[in-house]
């Protein structure tokens, strides 16, 4: 197994880089289950959110690659209100303006939660997300990354805009909770539209799957049919961040 230790003080990528000019983090007091991120020009948001969440996001990782850590990183709940001082009016798209504001969230959640991370690559189930024969089924367009969800167990929608095919696999590993590795070689950006059932199983043999009580076929059928790509099940390596420390923050 290949091991890297990242201690994030020390780590460059966390540490340096661009930073918020001003942040509030306190415990959340709201009753509320459910919690929320936000990002508007030169501002971040996040109400009733764990450390967990935080780091899912800043990293970005999905739920399976953040394990260890105390039990209180699932449990506390903080609000942060962070301010850039600016409006990042330089950056070309909002896939860029999210890649800014995950390095300041990383570089915020390492100095006030004192946060320790080591990265390993382990070997899991993985997916590998191709081209299907006949080619692609999306439209180019210029790389903005802008996605749209919408889950529900009977019909889910999701609307892309300037997508590539990376941040595509970053969106289906997190609904296929499975990592999603990007096999389709393509270099450009697409819009698209796919309407999916959570609920199916893998169709075999490539076969279209649909069940009777599902607005829409499963998601690999899905992928097929309306984008003309396909997710291949396979044994694969994916990195997983092991907290080794956090601390509670500070009231400020």
Same mark, same amino acid.
């Given at each position: 197994m290949k091991l890297a230790l990242f201690l994030l003080p020390a780590l460059g990528a966390?540490?340096?880089g661009p930073v918020f000019e001003v942040a509030s983090?306190?415990?959340s007091q709201s009753l509320r289950e459910g919690s929320s991120i936000r990002n508007q020009l030169g501002r971040?948001? /996040?109400e009733n959110a764990t450390l967990f969440k935080l780091i899912q996001y800043a990293l970005p990782a999905q739920d399976f690659q953040v394990v260890g850590g105390p039990s209180w990183i699932r449990d506390a709940r903080f609000d942060i209100v962070a301010s850039t001082g600016q409006s990042d009016s330089d950056v070309k798209?909002? /896939?860029e303006r999210i890649v800014r504001i995950r390095a300041r969230l990383r570089h #915020?959640?390492?100095? =006030?939660f004192q946060l320790q991370l080591r990265e390993e690559q382990r070997e899991m189930p993985v997916y590998s997300l191709e081209v299907n024969k006949g080619g692609v089924r999306m439209t180019a367009a210029p790389p903005i990354g802008n996605v749209n969800l919408n889950g529900a167990p009977a019909g889910s929608t999701m609307s892309g805009k300037g997508m590539t095919m990376p941040r595509l696999a970053e969106v289906l590993s997190g609904i296929a909770n499975r990592p999603v590795h990007d096999d389709t070689g393509l270099d450009g950006a697409y819009d698209l539209e796919l309407k999916y059932s959570l609920e199916m199983p893998p169709p075999d043999a490539g076969a279209s799957t649909k069940d009777s009580s599902m607005a829409y076929p499963s998601l690999f059928t899905a992928l097929k049919e309306q984008l003309g #790509? =396909? #997710?291949i099940g396979k044994k694969g390596a994916a990195p997983v961040w092991v907290v080794v420390r956090a601390e509670?923050?500070?009231e400020n």
């Open positions: 966390w540490g340096q983090v306190k415990p971040f948001e /996040a798209n909002q /896939a #915020l959640i390492e100095d =006030r #790509l =396909r #997710l509670k923050p500070s």
